[in-house]
């Protein structure tokens, strides 16, 4: 629009246009607009809500009813995607203070605490390492040192997993997948393709199990630190919101039960990705295409390293120190005792991405190692469901729906551990698997999973743990997890692949998670003395 003429109107006409022939919109046309899948599955949500509050009779306060009318609304819009996840995440936001469950000021406090200062924090530290590409030369670096000389496929595959585990520990599972698979691929491309290659059978089954374990790698990665994923976040959050006389789950604490676990998990990908594709024909035929050559080649291009990538590393390795030094033992405090307990992970995480803001790259003057422009990716979609299970959580305690909760599930008090752990793992799998994301599991399911682990008399760390990590053994299907959507994209995969090595992988992934939770997890987070009200 030209708005060179000062005698123009800032403002358009509200005249209507005269609509063109054959435009008219009959009612039935529009009847036809709204009667929409899209529209009934948006309708549905406070259709559920209306009839839980109506119909649904609750002992106890009526916010507790109102409280469950609240969760059939949004678990309902989690699950059908009528709106945009993080724009559901929200609504608590406005439904608390109209439903009675708590005042504006006290919902929006949830979508900020230290957990997700811990978040923010990191992800721009993520962000940094992606924007000077570290990430890549410290993938191809590992993978050199595991390339063999001579050729080792297994030995080459377990160091494309083992950089892929490593990176997806400080980022996200999709970023460190996103990362990783044109690294992996790029070595893949050397090998011979096409149905005249009498070798053909080996190098597909190489590359089948080269993507397969970098997707994998991705999600097992993630599980061994407490910011590895969004999971882990948001039930360390829980726990905080619902027992916050206990110790909260620190990055320390987390890491000495995530890591003995994934480690499992990860040896055990490992062994299935050799025995269903590898054979002792491939050394000899995958030797002729695979050296260290491609590789150092590809170091080469990256050039030496830079002073902004030596900064940023320098940064990240305090934030690490300072992450597993702050709370150590009974006998050794760590610093966080010089700070009489007020000073948290998120605290640090948000102290070093500032500094980023501040040191300059030495690539041009004024310019620093970061700026806001870089931080447009952050990814506000998992703060927000990180703030709305957080809501979540105080909503079920503060509305009294937690103690119905638990009076209804009296009939598990006889139930035998060993029997509902593995149970409840594979439920938040399946969720994962074929209805929603794994965030979105666990919002669900650890609420619930508290009230039972009272119920039995059990700590309730027990059940929260296999719950909110048992989501993120989602391996059978493409469609499970956005890291299996990269890996199925390459076209190197068929679904039977995932399946044949999704399956043995998640039984042993339940199976490992069930054992190390009572023996390991006991003692690290100090679980032998039960937890016995919120």
Not at 74 to 94: C, G, K, R
Not at 392 to 408: E, F, M, P, Y
């Amino acid at each position: 629009m030209d708005t060179s003429d000062p005698k123009r109107p800032l403002l358009l006409s509200l005249e209507e246009p005269p609509e063109p022939p054959g435009s008219t919109v009959t009612l039935s046309s529009f009847i036809k607009s709204l009667v929409t899948p899209g529209n009934f599955y948006i309708a549905f949500g406070p259709l559920l809500c209306g009839m839980i509050c109506l119909l649904v009779k609750v002992e106890g306060p009526a916010s507790g009813r109102n409280m469950l009318g609240i969760l059939g609304w949004m678990f309902s819009w989690w699950i059908t995607e009528a709106v945009p996840m993080p724009i559901t995440s929200i609504t608590p936001l406005f439904l608390f203070p109209m439903m009675g469950i708590a005042s504006a000021d006290e919902v929006a406090k949830s979508y900020m605490d230290d957990v997700i200062s811990l978040v923010l924090g990191s992800f721009i530290l993520v962000l940094a390492v992606e924007h000077y590409n570290i990430h890549k030369r410290l993938a191809l670096n590992i993978t050199h040192l595991f390339c063999g000389d001579p050729l080792s496929p297994p030995l080459l595959l377990l160091g494309i997993c083992a950089t892929t585990a490593f990176v997806s520990m400080w980022m996200h599972n999709v970023a460190a997948a996103v990362m990783m698979m044109p690294v992996a691929t790029g070595i893949l491309q050397r090998l011979p393709a096409g149905p005249e290659h009498i070798e053909n059978k080996e190098v597909t089954n190489f590359c089948k199990a080269v993507v397969l374990g970098v997707t994998y790698s991705a999600a097992i990665g993630g599980m061994s630190t407490l910011t590895g994923t969004g999971v882990n976040l948001i039930l360390a959050g829980m726990w905080k919101s619902y027992f916050p006389k206990e110790d909260p789950i620190s990055f320390n604490t987390w890491f000495f039960f995530g890591f003995p676990l994934a480690l499992v998990i990860f040896l055990a990908l490992w062994v299935i990705l050799c025995c269903c594709f590898y054979s002792r024909g491939s050394k000899q035929i995958l030797s002729a295409y695979l050296d260290k050559t491609h590789i150092k080649r590809e170091l080469q291009m990256l050039g030496p390293m830079v002073f902004a990538e030596k900064m940023i590393l320098a940064i990240f390795g305090v934030l690490i120190a300072l992450w597993m030094t702050r709370s150590i033992t009974d006998d050794i405090p760590g610093w966080g005792a010089i700070f009489h307990g007020r000073a948290g992970d998120g605290t640090v995480s948000v102290m070093m991405a500032t500094f980023l803001f501040i040191i300059p790259n030495k690539k041009k003057k004024g310019e620093k190692l970061m700026d806001w422009n870089k931080c447009k990716k952050l990814p506000w979609h998992i703060i927000l469901l990180l703030g709305a299970g957080f809501a979540i959580a105080d909503g079920v305690r503060s509305s009294g729906l937690a103690d119905v909760l638990s009076k209804g599930l009296d009939f598990l008090e006889e139930a035998p551990y060993l029997g509902i752990a593995p149970l409840v793992c594979l439920i938040s799998a399946i969720m994962t698997e074929f209805i929603t994301s794994n965030n979105a599991t666990t919002t669900l399911l650890v609420p619930l999973l508290i009230q039972i682990a009272q119920t039995m008399n059990l700590h309730p760390l027990y059940l929260m743990i296999p719950g909110a990590i048992g989501s993120q053994f989602a391996y059978l299907l493409p469609t499970s997890t956005p890291s299996n959507i990269v890996g199925f994209t390459t076209g190197h995969l068929e679904i039977k692949d995932m399946i044949k090595v999704g399956l043995p992988l998640k039984v042993v992934s339940i199976l490992a998670l069930t054992f190390l939770m009572p023996t390991l997890g006991a003692f690290v987070f100090g679980t032998s003395r039960n937890v016995v009200s919120i």
